[in-house]
């Protein structure tokens, strides 16, 4: 078996993984981990749940894919299931959260266009803030070292920091048509946009008519405690980008508008080929009718509560941690020493954390983790964390 095959894309772990149940991985060596990654907060079910299986082998068996020249019965019923669970009305489905965020962004141009004119095409976004790898998610990506090597990028963007109102203001007018942001920073380092910020950006989106996009990839569909993130701030964005946790596992993602935002679409403003497809959407569905109807979501913030505690008194314990970030079960470790270092130990102890920014790690298990998997989970951070020097 070759892996020279593979484009040499990503750094791996030396690790090839062959089969997943719960909150557990298993190598082709039967060694077993705790994944705490739940591959970046997308396996919200963990692995192999049944849902999932039955919703692949029921629909599989039924269509697979459909043209988007035709209406198919899982496209419509998972739509309704966003709309009835958001305060949107609508949903154009993709492949990915990146393919979300170009849509997002072409929703927002064609608005400003619309309600504006040619000049109403500035898109604003955050310093740290990361939203996709294609050229147009790369541009309103707020990271120097992802888009150094692929200048020039797309124009008509400008980068502001994060929770300055003041910055905010100076670069909010009439040109602005959209403004994307994550309430939480993933990739960034578990940073969480304040609630004054988000109301100050909804307000002047209002004023100058703008659209307010949020970027719910990795913080939505649970993630935080209720199914959108958005709600546990108390702004409605006039566009949310989901994706990750929306399949469980299963690639989709969606773009979720208001009547504002969908305002501004006509067909063939934006297609996918294999966005929204039957099988997708009825994975999608099952997903999540496990994380609402099912409860999973009313269980994160105690699981979060429980966390929390813990780490913090990990916190006190240890001089290594230098701050506990995130919320629901989105959860960051700051440290003082190397986030890498720490990841790879907790690696060759049997958990699988990912780092973010430049000095956290991850904790980002499955919604439905149990008590026992987040104990012994915690037991390895502790143990890394006895070993670890300052």
Same mark, same amino acid.
């Given at each position: ?218 913080? =939505?569909?649970?993630? +935080? &405690?209720?199914?959108? !993130?958005?709600?546990?701030? @108390?702004?409605?964005? %006039?566009?949310?980008?989901? #994706? ?30 294999? =966005?929204?497809?039957? +099988? &997708?959407?009825?994975? !999608?569905?099952?997903?999540? @009718?496990?994380?609402? %109807?099912?409860?999973?979501? #009313? ?44 990841? @790879? ?7 699988? #954390? ?37």
């Amino acid at each position: 078996m070759s892996k020279s095959n593979i484009m040499n894309t990503y750094g791996r772990f030396d690790v090839t993984f062959e089969k997943g149940l719960g909150s557990r991985v298993y190598d082709v060596n039967g060694k077993e981990y705790i994944d705490f990654v739940s591959g970046v907060a997308t396996n919200c079910l963990g692995h192999s749940h049944p849902a999932i299986i039955n919703a692949i082998t029921e629909q599989s068996k039924r269509l697979i894919h459909i043209s988007n020249n035709y209406w198919s019965t899982k496209n419509i019923a998972l739509a309704e299931k966003l709309i009835q669970n958001s305060d949107h009305s609508s949903v154009f489905f993709s492949n990915s959260g990146t393919e979300a965020v170009e849509g997002a962004l072409k929703l927002a141009r064609k608005y400003g266009k619309k309600h504006g004119n040619n000049d109403k095409n500035i898109l604003l976004y955050m310093d740290n803030s990361f939203h996709g790898r294609s050229m147009g998610a790369l541009s309103v990506t707020g990271q120097d070292k992802y888009q150094k090597d692929f200048m020039p990028l797309m124009g008509g963007v400008k980068r502001i920091q994060l929770n300055d109102i003041e910055d905010l203001k100076n670069n909010f007018n009439d040109k602005v048509c959209g403004i994307i942001i994550e309430p939480i920073q993933g990739e960034g380092g578990i940073n969480t946009a304040s609630a004054k910020y988000l109301k100050e950006v909804r307000s002047l989106c209002d004023s100058y008519d703008a659209l307010l996009i949020f970027d719910e990839i990795q913080c =939505g569909m649970g993630r +935080l &405690g209720s199914l959108f !993130a958005y709600k546990k701030f @108390n702004v409605v964005p %006039d566009v949310i980008c989901i #994706a990750k946790a929306l399949g469980g596992g299963f690639p989709i993602g969606a773009v979720v508008a208001n009547e504002r935002a969908d305002s501004a679409v006509a067909p063939g403003d934006h297609g996918s080929t294999f =966005g929204g497809n039957p +099988l &997708g959407c009825a994975v !999608a569905l099952a997903v999540l @009718n496990e994380l609402v %109807d099912g409860g999973i979501v #009313a269980t994160v913030e105690k699981k979060s509560n429980y966390i929390m505690e813990k780490l913090h008194i990990l916190k006190d314990k240890y001089k290594a941690i230098d701050e506990i970030k995130g919320m629901g079960l989105l959860i960051g470790i700051s440290l003082k020493t190397s986030p890498k270092d720490f990841s @790879n130990a907790c690696f060759k102890k049997g958990l699988l #954390a990912v780092t973010a920014g430049t000095n956290v790690v991850r904790l980002l298990p499955p919604l439905n983790v149990s008590k026992e998997d987040v104990d012994e989970a915690l037991s390895i951070v502790e143990a890394v964390l006895s070993e670890t020097t300052m």
